[in-house]
């Protein structure tokens, strides 16, 4: 990948479709816009993680762009919604969504990147990541 740019994340809150009463649906609307990628990469897409103060992960959510790849360029909305139980619901401080790339077998990423193969999400740099707090 030549170079990537994620853009500023939406954080919907929304206490509304949980899975139990008192549990929290949290959506993340996440606009993405992708130049030059390499050619092998198929799909684009976010990871968001909602944590803890003391860093501990509560809930994770998996989102990409319903549109192919073209020419090696793509713009969209990720969305993904988790569900934050609700005994750990006031427990939630920081969130952050990452960007991933679906290139099949080949992880693209960073060298302190991680791979979830076939998606490959990159580190915490600002061009990559976005992040907030409750």
Not at 107 to 125: E, K, Q, R, V
């Amino acid at each position: 990948m030549k170079s990537a740019m994620l853009t500023v994340a939406t954080l919907l809150w929304a206490a509304c479709a949980a899975a139990a009463p008192g549990d929290a649906t949290i959506t993340f609307t996440v606009p993405i816009n992708v130049q030059k990628l390499d050619p092998s990469v198929k799909k684009v897409g976010s990871y968001c993680e909602v944590k803890d103060a003391n860093g501990t992960l509560l809930a994770t959510a998996f989102g990409e762009i319903n549109a192919p790849v073209s020419g090696n360029a793509i713009s969209g909305n990720s969305v993904s919604q988790m569900v934050v139980p609700a005994a750990k619901v006031t427990s939630a401080k920081t969130w952050n969504c990452s960007l991933l790339l679906d290139a099949g077998s080949i992880c693209i990423t960073n060298a302190s990147g991680s791979n979830y193969l076939p998606w490959c999400m990159f580190d915490a740099s600002s061009k990559t990541t976005v992040n907030g707090s409750f």
